[in-house]
């Protein structure tokens, strides 16, 4: 069992910052594949940005990439998600998850934490 707790978010203005932070306890998060995904509202959950175990591969939405970056640490079972230029169309929730293997379902969820970008 992981337990996942995001933290970082609040209230930007277009064009700012905002760095999410996705702490992870339990059973080591290193073992996991871990992911994050957002949901406006009135919307479908939406896959956001997902980073391997080791760090070598990571993959954005397209309508992120370039503005938007993954990381982790896993010696601090923690991942991250680096937002830059942010537009009023990222206004979401935000949840990071957990899955054990790539090309599974994600098997763990966090609570989510509210990103409000104003124009």
């Known amino acids: 069992q992981v337990q996942l707790v995001e933290s970082g978010g609040g209230l930007v203005q277009a064009g700012g910052s905002l760095r999410l932070s996705c702490a992870a306890s339990?059973?080591?998060?290193?073992?996991?594949?871990m992911g994050w995904f957002r949901q406006a509202p009135g919307k479908e959950r939406e896959f956001v940005a997902s980073?391997?175990?080791?760090?070598?591969?990571?993959s954005y939405a397209d309508s992120v990439k370039g503005r938007f970056t993954i990381s982790r640490d896993n010696a601090k079972n923690t991942v991250y998600l680096q937002m830059n230029t942010l537009k009023p169309e990222d206004t979401a929730v935000y949840y990071c998850?957990?899955?054990?293997?790539?090309?599974?379902?994600?098997?763990?969820w966090g609570q989510g934490t509210q990103v409000t970008v104003s124009s």
């Open positions: 980073i391997s175990r080791n760090s070598i591969t990571t």
């Open positions: 339990g059973r080591t998060g290193s073992n996991y594949h």
């Open positions: 998850a957990a899955r054990r293997m790539v090309g599974t379902p994600y098997d763990f």
